[in-house]
């Protein structure tokens, strides 16, 4: 079957302008993660989506993060007036439900901020 | 709070030997383990997942990892390497005690595997 899906898979931009990053979950799963891997943090949480309830937005490192999940499936994690710090490579998996399921990654994408 | 130390970066075998990356943990809960594999260009996968059941978990392509309370260890073995298993290997910790699946990540080992 399919698995996690995220696009675009490359992604270049110039410093102070927005992105936007879209993640395709695992059909029937319920709980969504992004996570973040650079250089210099190595694989951090960012945001934790579990149904209805509200996310766990913990991870995100700064208010210019930020995440939705529409409909309960596919999710968006938004970055304004990004800045050089910001290139990584940006992570999403998904489980049948939050807990010990097994998660799913995607293949990423990649960020770079010039 | 939750952490975990991947003790070596970098880990050189010849194919056909045992490998062995290593994991300590922390946590103030009895906690949940995890070893994933990342290979170039590629995802995630989880190799195999420990949460308080049998101290000795085989995972799949032939690893294992044993938990040792007692060392607050969680070892990754393989009997003998093959050049496919060149690739990073991620020791994982799960956060706190609630239903979270929130992941914490060591900051990686690197399995090069000589011919």
């Known amino acids: 079957g399919a698995g996690v899906s995220q696009s675009p898979s490359n992604k270049v931009t110039e410093k102070g302008k927005d992105v936007e990053l879209r993640c395709d979950p695992i059909s029937g799963h319920t709980a969504l993660y992004w996570y973040r891997q650079s250089l210099g943090q190595g694989l951090e949480f960012l945001i934790y989506?579990?149904?209805?309830?509200?996310?766990?937005k913990s991870g995100l490192p700064s208010d210019r993060f930020s995440a939705e999940r529409t409909g309960g499936s596919v999710s968006t994690l938004t970055i304004q007036r990004t800045q050089q710090e910001d290139s990584a490579v940006y992570l999403c998996a998904s489980s049948f439900s939050g807990g010990l399921e097994t998660q799913y990654f995607g293949p990423g994408t990649r960020l770079l901020v010039l | 709070a939750q952490s975990v130390t991947q003790l070596d970066s970098h880990v050189s075998v010849s194919e056909g030997t045992p490998v062995l990356l290593r994991c300590n943990y922390s946590?103030?809960?009895?906690?949940?383990l995890f070893w994933y594999v990342q290979h170039p260009n590629k995802g995630l996968q989880l190799l195999l997942k420990y949460t308080s059941a049998a101290t000795l978990v085989k995972g799949i392509n032939g690893f294992e990892a044993e938990f040792k309370k007692s060392e607050t260890s969680f070892h990754l073995t393989k009997p003998s390497a093959h050049m496919s298993d060149a690739a990073e290997y991620f020791c994982?910790?799960?956060?706190?005690?609630?239903?979270?699946?929130?992941?914490?990540f060591g900051q990686g080992t690197t399995l090069q595997v000589k011919p």
């Open positions: 989506f579990q149904g209805n309830s509200a996310p766990d």
């Open positions: 994982v910790v799960r956060h706190g005690s609630s239903n979270t699946g929130k992941l914490i």
């Open positions: 946590s103030s809960y009895s906690p949940s």
